[in-house]
């Protein structure tokens, strides 16, 4: 026997034989309010261009903590592979200066010698050398 097919306004599911519109998250009655589709693209571009410029701002600082990070890791790995003949002490001001023989640290300041000065720097607490 051959199902008869019902109308349209008529919300009824095949596969469970039953009337399904008290089921629904919207009306399915004619006389049910019109749904809206907001325009979300007026809403989706800005997001985008805000979030696109956190971002990069984002980015910018990232790529300005690596430069600093860098040049640390550089000056400290500079200082410790020249010669000292002493332990540097934590916050003191040390001078780096270049002669025949290489680098070296010394405490005299470049004003009281005539030496290449290379650079002044800063021991800190983590052992780091930062510099002035």
Known sequence: MKKKKKSDSIVWDENSEDYIARLLPYGSDNSSPVINIPNVAG??????EKSSKQFNAELVDLQNKIK???????????????EFKFTPIVGETYHLYKDEKGNFLSLIS?????????????LNSDFKWDRI
């Open 43 to 48: 809403f989706k571009k800005e997001g985008v």
């Open 68 to 82: 600093k990070f860098v040049k640390s890791a550089s000056d400290t790995q500079f200082v410790y592979s020249s």
């Open 110 to 122: 470049p004003q009281d010698w005539n030496k290449e000065h290379i650079g002044s720097f800063r």
